[in-house]
């Protein structure tokens, strides 16, 4: 009775949190809502939009309209997953394998179509690449023409999310008539929209798929992203209705448009900023729980996340992304009175560090932290990092007293495969970073489950832990910004707590 109590808390507060957060229903097909072309700004260029083995980041957002998986993440609910271009799948008893039945009438953007034979072409590339992806997957067999099983060399919860991320659909016919690099900027898939224009730098321009296989969609006659990379410029094209949408905000330039006539601003919790060291050497004050406890009530989060956000990033104080607060934790608050007593007990006053930072965004928050740990006696030197140098820095072990100002990836209502990637034994994430005795154990009960709402347990279990032990000290969530005109209707930026628009039922009231 307390196991079905304490399951019960766990679904009511995430469910909570997920209608705090915004995350509704899909709207049904429906009478009275008109096409027209969305015109959209994205605020970063297209790259390789149509090879699935090279989409990277941003890029997913150009073509989550035009390429499909075999299955999706839920839209509503936690960690689960729903049909897409497979209409059903099982596990084996034994867990070596997945059977996925495929949808029937599917075709390609370029008539050929989509069966058992397209999917398992499609697959195998994944399997001959031996990525990090899908690593799992060892073969495919076609068991009849809308059957496939998909054979594993091993299971656990994340395996259902890499084919809900991986399992990108092109057509077969496009890639051997016109080879690889042409299929890299030409995405041939079985979405609402297809490939019309791509010019780099410029715009990519996207039309609707007359034979789409979900009767009466899309309603939109096309959609396209246009590339205008002054935000000034973009907030005038927005006001004078040159544009409907703008993806990827920046919060100054959310901040302006926020009280601006015919204009939605609509937020989205995205990457976690956190600040990390090496609490595994011993010579490091940071292997001290103390010093770690100090450097969080040094830091006043909701101040922080204001000033820097604009009023759009909120403060975070929990370790695994996305839970919920109600885990058991109790936030540790700006305190630096705390935190000096703190440094003295562990006999390291006037400590000296380096704080390592992405060059750009993240200029004013180094600053800031700089000021809030001279306060309490710690001397910061800020130190930038280029960008793809920095990303190379996340990857090792931080050395002696230094800071890195870095991030954790994931999504509101995907918990397990973050949780996963960013702490499995093996993660190339938070190298040098101790972790609490039992937490590996218990991650990996997480993961072993097919039950959501066991592995979710085990979550809150691990949050208590590695919280009370301040891991490292996580200080706000950045939220990823899109800006549209009140004639866009039922348009869904962010699918499922990422930024993956869904604009197949999306309209406008022109």
């Known amino acids: 009775m307390k196991k079905i109590l304490f399951i019960t808390l766990i679904l009511t507060v995430v469910c909570g949190f997920l209608l705090m957060n915004g995350i509704q229903p899909v709207m049904a097909a429906g009478k009275g809502k008109y096409g ?23 890029n997913h957002e150009f073509i989550d309209n035009t390429l499909q998986t075999l299955i999706r993440p839920s839209h509503t609910e936690i960690d689960t997953y729903i049909p897409h271009l497979a209409t059903s799948w099982e596990l084996a008893p034994d867990k070596s394998y997945y059977i996925f039945k495929l949808r029937k009438g599917v075709t ?49 919860a994340v395996t259902l999310r890499d084919f809900g991320r991986q399992s990108v659909m092109i057509s077969p016919t496009a890639w051997k008539k016109h080879g690889e690099k042409w299929i890299d900027y030409h995405p041939v898939g079985t979405g609402p929209f297809k490939l019309k224009e791509f010019k780099r730098n410029v715009h990519v321009k996207f039309v609707k798929f007359d034979d789409y296989w979900v009767k009466g969609y899309p309603y939109l006659d096309g959609i396209e992203f246009l590339q205008i990379p002054d935000p000034m410029t973009t907030i005038a094209s927005l006001k004078r209705g040159e544009i409907d949408a703008w993806m990827g905000v920046d919060p100054v330039s959310a901040a302006q448009l926020q009280n601006s006539k015919g204009l939605t601003i609509i937020p989205n919790p995205a990457i976690h900023n956190l600040l990390q060291f ?55 608050q700006y305190d630096p009175e705390k935190a000096r007593q703190l440094i003295k007990a562990a006999g390291h006053e006037n400590l000296k560090v380096k704080l390592f930072f992405s060059v750009g965004p993240n200029q004013d928050a180094a ?14 030197e800020p130190t930038p990092i280029q960008g793809p140098a920095f990303h190379q820095k996340l990857f090792k072990p931080v050395v002696g007293s230094d800071i890195i100002f870095g991030n954790q990836r994931g999504a509101r209502n995907q918990m397990i495969g973050p949780a996963s990637e960013a702490f499995a034994p093996g993660s190339v994430f938070f190298q040098g970073l101790k972790k609490p005795a039992g937490f590996d154990d218990l991650l990996y009960k997480a993961l072993q489950q097919e039950d959501i709402r066991v592995s979710l347990k085990y979550l809150f279990q691990i949050e208590r832990l590695a919280y009370d032990d301040a891991m490292f000290v996580p200080v706000y969530a950045i939220k990823l910004i899109v800006a549209q005109s009140t004639a866009v209707k039922d348009a869904i930026w962010f699918w499922a707590g990422a930024p993956y628009p869904e604009l197949s039922g999306a309209w406008l009231d022109k």
Request: glycine share 8%.
């Open 108 to 156: 390609f953007h370029d008539g050929t179509p989509f069966n058992a034979e397209a999917a398992k072409w499609n697959l195998d590339m994944w399997v001959k690449a031996k990525r990090p992806q899908l690593k799992t997957l060892t073969s495919v067999d076609v068991i009849d023409d809308y059957t496939i099983r998909c054979n594993l060399s091993g299971w656990d």
């Open 367 to 380: 600053v800031a932290i700089q000021a809030y740990l001279a306060e309490v006696g710690i001397n910061v």
């Open 278 to 332: 090496n609490s595994t050497d011993p010579k490091s004050p940071w292997a001290d729980r103390r010093m770690r406890e100090a450097l969080e009530y040094a830091i006043d989060k909701p101040a922080l996340a204001k000033s820097v956000g604009r009023g759009f990033f909120t403060p975070v104080y929990e370790i695994i992304h996305s839970i919920p607060q109600g885990a058991g934790t109790t936030p540790r």
């Open 36 to 58: 027209g072309i969305l015109k959209m700004n994205h605020s970063k260029p297209a790259g390789i939009i149509g090879n699935p083995l090279k989409i990277r980041g941003w």
